[in-house]
């Protein structure tokens, strides 16, 4: 009964984001904050360790007491450096030019006696290229810039072409053309010509 009372007042509460993506080549930060009830002393250690996203076990990449001490093995040597401030509650690093074989899951672990208990927050790092990601909002944008607005005239345009023709047909039908037992007072040509003249107009008006 004593010892969750213990804990529960030696305590640490540590905030990370879960998910951070990254780009190839362009510095990526990891932040990671942290509230103690004890006041910051020298004997306050930080340590972020790393898991591979295609599983393995954990390792540590980069350990804090009074000054930081950044790995000098591995794949994350002379990439990791200490952006953090343990008097403001920030234990943030940062990676230099990540690469997709960064890919995996990081934690931050904040000890500062007596506070020793705290929770494990994770972050997952995504690294990706940008210039990929760049192509495809490209073309998302012009799908819709270009060819959606050319679709809609289209079928604009092919509606209205067709309640044209359905007119010409009308006036057609109702004496554009004359029967052959109709007599009329004008001549031939003229009678063409209103023809083509409003064939003529409907085009300019569907141009």
């Not at 672990?109 to 940008?130: A, C, G």
Request: charged share 20%; glycine share 6%; net charge positive.
């Amino acid at each position: 009964l004593v010892l969750p009372g213990v804990c529960n007042a030696l305590s640490l509460e540590i905030k990370a984001s879960p998910k951070v993506r990254a780009y190839i080549g362009e510095q990526v930060t990891l932040k990671c904050s942290f509230k103690s009830s004890s006041p910051i002393t020298e004997s306050l250690t930080v340590d972020w360790t790393y898991r591979p996203l295609t599983g393995g076990q954990m390792e540590t990449i980069f350990h804090y007491q009074s000054v930081p001490y950044p790995t000098m093995v591995g794949k994350f040597k002379d990439r990791i450096s200490w952006i953090g401030n343990v008097a403001k509650g920030d234990a943030s690093i940062a990676i230099q030019s990540p690469v997709m074989s960064d890919n995996g899951t990081f934690i931050c672990s904040v000890k500062n006696p007596p506070d020793m208990y705290h929770n494990i927050p994770q972050t997952l790092l995504i690294v990706t290229e940008r210039g990929l990601s760049f192509q495809l909002t490209s073309a998302v944008l012009l799908s819709i810039l270009v060819f959606l607005p050319s679709i809609i005239v289209v079928i604009l345009l092919l509606i209205r072409m067709g309640r044209k023709f359905g007119v010409l047909k009308e006036k057609k039908k109702s004496g554009c053309k004359k029967s052959s037992i109709e007599v009329s007072d004008e001549p031939e040509h003229t009678e063409r010509g209103n023809c083509l003249g409003k064939l003529k107009d409907w085009c300019l008006n569907c141009v």
